[in-house]
């Protein structure tokens, strides 16, 4: 009788088990989408900053060239200025290859990762190249600005301008690349565990 009583709970011992075994890989299950879901809901908020600053560019692009050419500036400003707009555009599709919403559903959660630390090493390499190029060109633009007609108007606006474009384009990279780290983070969290 005793023995029955002890292959009975040995027997539900075993269930219990099995029972449990089957809810943790439910949960592992679970945890990878949570993951995922968190992951594409981070990198679409970098894509729509992304294409923010895609349509930045295109009207910079157009602005200034127009703007310059009517006001008179040198062609070589304005080439100037066009090229390293053109690089801004080129970099920031280079700096964001591998990272989109649609490529987190079939791509490897560490790719993806990969791909964000390699976007956040990148574009802090940007401001490297960025910063003296936009001290350059400010400087260059009151050069050409300051003999024109209302001269010193334009450069005091360009200056502002300068100022505003660059707190913006900090703000946007420390926003980009908090939401990257929080992906990141996660990601690694998530293979810790696993």
């Known amino acids: 009788m005793e023995n029955r009583s002890e292959s009975f709970e040995l027997e539900d011992m075993r269930q219990q088990i099995q029972l449990l075994k089957a809810k943790l890989e439910?949960?592992?299950?679970?945890?990878?989408?949570?993951?995922?879901?968190?992951?594409?809901?981070?990198?679409?908020?970098?894509?729509?900053?992304?294409?923010?600053?895609?349509?930045?560019?295109?009207?910079?692009?157009?602005y200034c060239n127009v703007y310059f050419i009517l006001m008179g500036y040198s062609w070589i400003f304005c080439v100037f200025t066009s090229c390293f707009l053109l690089v801004a555009w080129y970099f920031q599709r280079y700096n964001h290859r591998g990272i989109s919403a649609q490529e987190i559903a079939a791509a490897n959660l560490l790719d993806v990762s990969k791909a964000l630390v390699r976007m956040n090493r990148l574009g802090v390499r940007w401001l490297y190249f960025g910063i003296p190029f936009a001290l350059c060109w400010i400087a260059w633009f009151m050069v050409e600005s300051y003999p024109k007609v209302g001269g010193e108007i334009i450069c005091y606006g360009g200056t502002a301008g300068f100022i505003l474009g660059a707190i913006l384009g900090v703000s946007h990279l420390v926003s980009v690349r908090r939401k990257a780290k929080e992906a990141i983070r996660d990601i690694e969290e998530y293979t810790r565990m696993n």
């Open 26 to 62: 439910k949960e592992t299950i679970v945890s990878e989408k949570l993951i995922r879901q968190s992951t594409q809901d981070k990198v679409s908020y970098i894509d729509r900053k992304k294409k923010t600053v895609y349509v930045l560019i295109g009207f910079a692009l157009v």
